[in-house]
């Protein structure tokens, strides 16, 4: 399938009229094929008007329809065949198997919301009849069912040029749901964007919906994503990349005249704590797993072990010298962007020049465009006294923080922010420490584990991808697994209402 650096509005396809930008072939710098456009004000507003046209038809749809709508997207995305892969691999640097392993993963989560649109029980459909009898006053008849919100704006993240992108979690969430999509694309992979975005335009047109249902916008700066977000006709956001940017949209969607809801997965250092009986039976186990989970896709996942906890103790000088020395055999690695190496590379400057840190060990060192592993060590009191060291560096970079004693380690607890995952190493002897932190754990994260790392999200029914501020914007939900169609949906409830003026979802109870 040809790229055209085309923008996909409804069932037609569109040059951009606005800035310039080019996909860049990330190992070696140079410019991939065409230029493409951002889209202009103009060009907003006719996707914006499709989509809320569409929205109407497509809440409507029968739950069957809307099944196989996702289950061809997952089929058009497949028959891109290694055209996709290798574009996405060209324009993030990731490795081939890498790509592949991620197109499974967008296909099946399509399949997986296909199949829970079947079951229906998203729509909580309740009934709860009328009772005339009832003293002294007569129960009305009541019923209940979750309906779609509205058209959604979906930002494609820089990590994950497929699964958190074009036909990502958000994406087949909001569809799932019954909800017309805008994508703003991310510039670094706009060839891979644009394919994907193909296939779901085809899907729409063979499910015969109205075209509205999805487009596909590309731009070089920030103004489309925040027209997107400023217009009345969008009703939530899909959000995932830094901080800054998710707040940046959170404040538009506040000022609004009529505020929306903005799932916005922001930042995380996922902490590690490994227990005394775990250090000492396995700390160099563990040291070699925790480094694999660092430098896994050059640390560039929102689930890497940014922070480790211990308490000092015997193995611990151990475990740093082991993670010292599985450190210094990784490689570095190509970055998803020269802008997100910079930032990276500035991150543990800044770390660095810390007197309350120090370096324990770095990988390889590699190229302008390629990311040195590294880790550092400091205290429990400095971590509790200096915000700073809890801040996400996003790459293969982690803190090593030395508690005094189990106290102190409950302080620094209580000093993080929000987290998607804290993972613990415990041995059977740390039962009686480890339950006590279970309920303050619960607080903190989404996502709790024993004896494993956090890197690899299983798309699940039971899955949490999401937690308190700033690792999410709404810890209520989750971007992964079946719960995330509840982000897009609202309840209704229906009093006295006559049989001819029910939904007819009703009717199949």
């Known amino acids: 399938m040809a790229i055209k650096g085309e923008l996909l509005i409804g069932g037609e396809s569109f040059s951009g009229k606005g800035t310039a930008f080019f996909a860049i072939e990330q190992t070696i710098g140079n410019r991939l094929g065409r230029a493409f456009h951002g889209a202009t004000p103009d060009q907003v507003e006719k996707a914006l008007a499709l989509s809320w046209e569409a929205f109407g038809t497509y809440r409507e749809t029968t739950l069957e329809e809307r099944?196989?709508?996702?289950?061809?997207?997952?089929?058009?995305?497949?028959?891109?065949?290694?055209?996709?892969?290798?574009?996405a691999s060209a324009e993030t640097g990731l490795p081939k198997g890498r790509i592949e392993g991620e197109r499974a993963r967008t296909v099946g989560q399509l399949k997986l919301f296909a199949k829970e649109v079947r079951d229906g029980r998203f729509q909580e459909l309740r009934v709860d009849p009328a009772d005339p009898e009832r003293k002294p006053n007569a129960k009305p008849d009541l019923k209940l069912r979750n309906i779609p919100l509205g058209p959604v704006a979906v930002f494609g993240s820089s990590n994950f040029p497929l699964a958190f992108s074009v036909a990502g979690g958000d994406t087949a969430s909001a569809l799932a749901a019954g909800c017309p999509v805008i994508v703003k694309a991310h510039s670094a992979h706009p060839g891979t964007s644009e394919l994907v975005g193909r296939a779901v335009q085809k899907a729409v047109a063979d499910s015969m919906l109205a075209p509205g249902v999805f487009s596909l916008l590309f731009d070089a700066g920030f103004e489309v994503g925040q027209a997107l977000v400023a217009d009345s006709r969008?009703?939530?956001?899909?959000?995932?990349?830094?901080?800054?940017?998710?707040?940046?949209?959170?404040?538009?969607?506040s000022r609004r005249k009529q505020p929306i809801p903005v799932?916005?997965?922001?930042?995380?250092?996922?902490?590690?704590?490994i227990f005394p009986a775990a250090l000492a039976n396995r700390g160099n186990e563990i040291a070699k797993g925790f480094i694999s989970s660092l430098t896994l896709g050059a640390g560039q996942f929102c689930t890497n072990p940014g922070l480790v906890l211990l308490v000092e103790g015997m193995g611990l000088d151990e475990f740093l010298s082991k993670a010292a020395t599985h450190i210094a055999e990784a490689a570095a690695q190509t970055m998803l962007t020269a802008g997100i190496c910079d930032a990276f590379r500035r991150g543990t400057a800044t770390l660095e020049s810390k007197s309350s840190v120090q370096v324990v060990g770095r990988g390889?060192?590699?190229t302008m465009i390629e990311g040195q592993a590294v880790l550092f060590a400091t205290t429990g009191s400095a971590l509790i006294e200096d915000a700073q060291l809890q801040e996400e560096i996003f790459g293969a970079a982690s803190l090593v923080v030395r508690c005094a004693n189990h106290d102190e380690l409950q302080r620094v607890l209580t000093a993080l922010e929000g987290q998607l995952t804290v993972a613990l190493h415990i041995d059977q002897d740390d039962?009686?420490?480890?339950?006590p932190l279970i309920p303050a754990l619960e607080l903190l994260a989404g996502r709790l584990l024993v004896n494993g790392f956090a890197t690899g999200v299983e798309v699940s029914p039971a899955m949490v991808h999401g937690g308190p501020y700033p690792a999410t914007s709404d810890g209520r939900s989750t971007s992964v697994g079946t719960m995330a169609i509840y982000r897009f949906l609202r309840p209704v409830s229906y009093q006295d209402f006559p049989a001819s003026l029910t939904p007819s979802a009703f009717n199949k109870r």
């Open 67 to 87: 099944a196989l709508f996702l289950e061809r997207i997952a089929e058009n995305i497949l028959d891109l065949g290694d055209e996709l892969v290798e574009r």
């Open 234 to 253: 969008v009703r939530a956001v899909g959000f995932t990349g830094s901080r800054r940017g998710g707040l940046a949209l959170l404040d538009i969607a």
């Open 263 to 273: 799932y916005a997965e922001m930042s995380s250092i996922n902490p590690v704590i």
């Open 364 to 366: 390889k060192p590699g």
């Open 431 to 435: 039962f009686e420490i480890a339950k």
